[in-house]
T-cell receptor, first 112, second 113 residues
Framework: AQSVTQPDIHITVSEGASLELRCNYS??????LFWYVQSPGQGLQLLLK??????LVQGIKGFEAEFKRSQSSFNLRKPSVHWSDAAEYFC??????????FGAGTTVTVRA | DAGVIQSPRHEVTEMGQEVTLRCKPI?????LFWYRQTMMRGLELLIY????????DSGMPEDRFSAKMPNASFSTLKIQPSEPRDSAVYFC???????????FGPGTRLTVL
């Protein structure tokens, strides 16, 4: 069975500071991995994805994520956070069957 | 280029009433997914279709829930009869055959009184 764990329910970060969101997955084969962002009252928007190849992937809005097979992790990072990055972030894992499993989400609060 | 379209955006109904949620996937996408999001349970996959055929409905909570996809550009999720515990945000998403990334609609916020 596939699953995702996001250990941090809520993170508060100062504007301009760096951000790292943790994601650990369980999957029996090479996974497809995703990070989505959800602003209040909105749907989920894809930030970035990993299918294969380079383990460091770049996404939109200045985000990047690194796939570490040995640690079953796919952590999301941003070097300098903007107030508009306040949102909920979801990590997801899937495979060829196109059925995604989502983590519980991490809420990011940005303080001035 | 329109994304996934859902209607209505908000629905308030009374317990026992029938509720129908609608979704139009992105043109050309062969997979369509229905999710439910609540504070308690997070984002749950209810059912998904491939080429209009339901593939996995194991997430549908009860027989009160049903979903159809009569053609490639339209799907419905129906709850009959509705109950207060069905209150949630329901998302529709679609994806291409060979791309596992899913594109989400804006969601329908359902409140059952």
């Amino acid at each position: 069975a596939q699953s995702v764990t996001q250990p941090d329910i809520h993170i508060t970060v100062s504007e301009g500071a760096s951000l790292e969101l943790r994601c650990n997955y369980s999957y029996g084969a090479t996974p497809y991995l995703f990070w989505y962002v959800q602003s209040p009252g909105q749907g989920l928007q894809l930030l970035l994805k990993y299918f294969s190849g380079d383990t460091l992937v770049q996404g939109i809005k200045g985000f990047e994520a690194e796939f570490k097979r040995s640690q079953s992790s796919f952590n999301l990072r941003k070097p300098s956070v903007h107030w508009s990055d306040a949102a909920e972030y979801f990590c997801a894992v899937g495979g060829f069957g196109y059925k995604l499993s989502f983590g519980a989400g991490t809420t990011v609060t940005v303080r001035a | 280029d329109a994304g996934v379209i859902q209607s209505p955006r908000h629905e308030v109904t009374e317990m026992g009433q029938e509720v129908t949620l609608r979704c139009k996937p992105i043109s050309g996408h062969d997979y369509l997914f229905w999710y439910r999001q609540t504070m308690m349970r997070g984002l749950e996959l209810l059912i998904y279709f491939n080429n209009n055929v339901p593939i996995d409905d194991s997430g549908m909570p009860e027989d009160r829930f049903s979903a159809k996809m009569p053609n490639a550009s339209f799907s419905t999720l129906k709850i009959q009869p509705s109950e207060p515990r069905d209150s949630a945000v329901y998302f529709c998403a679609s994806s291409l055959v060979r791309g596992a990334e899913q594109f989400f609609g804006p969601g329908t916020r359902l409140t059952v009184l």
